[in-house]
């Protein structure tokens, strides 16, 4: 069983900055972000593999997705924050390579994390 533990949620202005994290207790093949906005389901914002990372289109640009291998710590850096982007963010780890590469949001995830808010004013 892989544990993940989110940080770094918090509130900012519109324009603003905010960095999380999320630490494995487990190295898996891929990890990746997933968030919760309100009144939305569940969707995901960022994948990471051993090739590039895939992004929602509604954060390219803006959020970074990184990893630490030696510190099995996952990144999101995040830029320019919108209002929009208010909700709750997860952190999710998958070991089967297929469910990786196929940048599919669906089936992505084996284990998931608790959460971590992030709220953006305006």
């Known amino acids: 069983q892989v544990q993940l533990a989110e940080s770094g949620g918090g509130s900012v202005q519109a324009g603003g900055s905010l960095r999380l994290s999320c630490t494995a207790s487990?190295?898996?093949?891929?990890m990746a972000w997933f968030r919760q906005t309100q009144g939305k389901e569940r969707e995901g914002v960022a994948v990471?593999?051993?090739?590039?990372?895939h992004y929602a289109d509604s954060v390219k640009g803006r959020f970074t997705i990184s990893l630490d291998d030696a510190k099995r710590t996952l990144y999101l850096e995040m830029n320019d924050l919108k209002p929009e982007d208010t909700g709750t963010y997860y952190c999710?780890?998958?070991?089967?390579?297929?469910?990786?590469?196929?940048?599919?949001?669906?089936?992505?995830?084996?284990?998931w994390g608790k959460g971590t808010q992030v709220t953006v004013s305006s």
């Open positions: 999710a780890a998958d070991v089967h390579p297929a469910d990786c590469y196929s940048n599919s949001w669906p089936h992505i995830g084996d284990y």
């Open positions: 487990y190295k898996t093949f891929c």
């Open positions: 990471i593999t051993d090739r590039p990372p």
